[in-house]
């Protein structure tokens, strides 16, 4: 079965930056037709799109507020997608979530989420 | 705030039939198919609706949704109690050249 599977919460002070990842597994990594999206939700608030990678050939395409702070890898040995985020303000505490889909949308798989807090 | 506009909160009772809508413009719902998802409490968003209509594979009859224009809606027949989430419309904004989500809105089933 498909799975995305997160890595842990973090804790960050502002002014740092974060990694987060997404190993995808139980369906073909590279096929040309799944991109792995990043969505966050920030507490009390609705979701937010950051972009997204295509695994097979490390295309990205990112938010308009996100470019210049975010990057998006993947790794196709380990079949896993890498999210990092650059000067990290409180404004950026949210869950963090990779999610599966076509180029534009229907995420039809998404990662169980990641906390990142930032806090002095 | 989103370019998706949906209400906050919808409500009815238990078997009831709610809808709640998705208004967006020519530039994403307009040219571009809508999904629906639903968050549970604590819990990952799942896909109900995508490609305006269609259901995965799981995803029962009692959920339904439609599109006209630069609007969207999804039903919910039959409520019941484990309805009780928040559900967002999604679909690509072709000016913005990304994913937009509308506020989300909270159903409640009374």
């Known amino acids: 079965q498909v799975q995305l599977v997160q890595s842990g919460a973090e804790v960050k002070k502002p002014g740092a930056s974060v990694k987060v990842s997404c190993k995808a597994s139980?369906?073909?990594?590279?096929?040309?037709?799944?991109?792995l999206h990043w969505v966050r939700q920030a507490p009390g608030q609705g979701l937010e799109w950051l972009g997204w990678i295509n695994p097979n050939s490390g295309d990205t395409n990112y938010a308009q507020n996100f470019q210049g702070r975010v990057t998006m890898t993947r790794d196709t040995s380990t079949t896993t997608a890498y999210m990092d985020i650059i000067s990290l303000t409180s404004h950026d505490t949210a869950v963090y979530s990779c999610?599966?889909?076509?180029?534009?949308?229907?995420?039809?798989?998404w990662g169980q989420g990641t906390l990142v807090s930032v806090s002095s | 705030q989103s370019v998706l506009t949906q209400p906050p909160s919808v409500s009815a009772a238990p078997g009831q039939k709610v809808t709640i809508s998705c208004s967006g413009s020519?530039?994403?719902?307009?040219?571009?198919?809508v999904s629906w998802y639903q968050r549970l409490p604590g819990t990952a968003p799942k896909l109900l609706i995508y490609?305006?209509?269609r259901r995965p594979s799981g995803i029962p009859d009692r959920f339904s949704a439609s599109k006209s224009g630069t609007s969207a809606t999804l039903g919910i027949t039959g409520l019941q109690t484990g309805d009780e989430a928040d559900y967002y419309c999604g679909t690509w904004d072709f000016s913005l050249r990304a994913y937009v989500f509308g506020i989300g809105t909270e159903v409640t089933v009374l």
């Open positions: 999610a599966r889909g076509a180029r534009d949308g229907n995420f039809d798989y």
């Open positions: 490609d305006n209509t």
């Open positions: 139980g369906y073909t990594f590279t096929y040309t037709g799944y991109y």
């Open positions: 020519s530039s994403n719902i307009g040219k571009s198919y």
